[in-house]
């Protein structure tokens, strides 16, 4: 995603994740809860980082979140999260949220941020990524 930050298009791959902002993540002035866009934030780049685990991943670092503008009820919320750094067991991806409102054909990117993660066993101890060969 290494784009133009002022691009008004979204990323040209699939969105890992799309939901629907619904009443119930509003908050008192009716915009969705920002801690609701990390949730979605998170999910997508997990599926990344899985992806590269081959198996389980626990968060264990966010940085340089930016909200830009409000997510309002019913926007269709895009994540586009994509690999920005692979070490020995963690695994740190950049992640772009648009949203497309609901009653205009208007997509606006609303947040960004980087969600680090690491490789877990099943008794939740850090692991190796496998190589990238998936060896």
């Known amino acids: 995603m290494d784009r133009n930050p002022k691009s008004n298009r979204p990323p ?9 902002a619904m009443p119930a993540s509003a908050n008192g002035n009716g915009d969705i809860f920002g801690g609701w866009i990390m949730s979605q934030m998170d999910l997508a780049g997990g599926t990344v980082a899985s992806l590269q685990a081959r198996g389980r991943v626990a968060t264990v670092g966010v940085k340089e979140i930016a ?3 409000p997510v309002a009820i019913g926007d269709l919320v895009s994540c586009y999260a994509e690999l920005k750094r692979r070490g020995r067991t963690s695994v740190t991806t950049k992640i772009e949220v648009w949203v497309r ?8 990117k ?10 877990i066993d099943e008794n939740g101890a850090p692991k190796p990524l496998p190589d990238e060969d998936g060896s």
């Open 67 to 69: 909200f830009h503008v």
């Open 12 to 20: 040209n791959i699939e969105p890992a994740i799309r939901a629907i």
């Open 101 to 108: 409102r609901r009653d205009v054909d208007i997509e606006l």
């Open 110 to 119: 609303v947040t960004e941020g980087e969600f680090t993660y690491v490789a």
